[in-house]
């Protein structure tokens, strides 16, 4: 199982970006997907998932509102809109799988990682 996240970059505060992650070796549209973050010296941590079928979502406190998880099952690709971007957003953003009913929210719960794509946000 591979899944190649993208999209990062650098850009001022206020503004937007959309990651992407691109999954392989699974079957997509039967998993759902996580998003997380791990900002310089702190721990990963949880930002918003979506079920396997879409239309479910959950969101972390600290991004609900001015993020989106959607995904797309004919690209096997999961993406996370992220508006309104904050100093504090900037962090290395994984994608994971697969999102299990359970504790989706803690990052041990997944199996699979993409390499991470770093995110940030000048103020």
């Known amino acids: 199982v591979q899944l190649q996240a993208s999209g990062g970059g650098l850009v001022q505060a206020g503004g937007s970006l959309r990651l992407s992650c691109t999954a392989s070796?699974?079957?997509?549209?039967?998993?759902?997907m996580g998003w997380f973050r791990q900002a310089p010296g702190e721990e990963r941590e949880f930002v918003a998932v979506i079920s396997r079928s879409g239309v479910s979502t959950y969101y972390a406190y600290s991004v609900k509102g001015r993020f989106t998880i959607s995904r797309d099952d004919a690209k096997n690709t999961v993406y996370l809109q992220m508006n309104s971007l904050k100093a504090h957003d900037t962090a290395v953003y994984f994608c994971?799988?697969?999102?299990?009913?359970?504790?989706?929210?803690?990052?041990?719960?997944?199996?699979?990682w993409g390499q991470g794509t770093l995110v940030t946000v000048s103020s």
């Open positions: 070796g699974l079957t997509f549209s039967m998993h759902g």
């Open positions: 994971a799988a697969p999102a299990r009913t359970n504790d989706y929210t803690k990052d041990i719960r997944y199996d699979y």
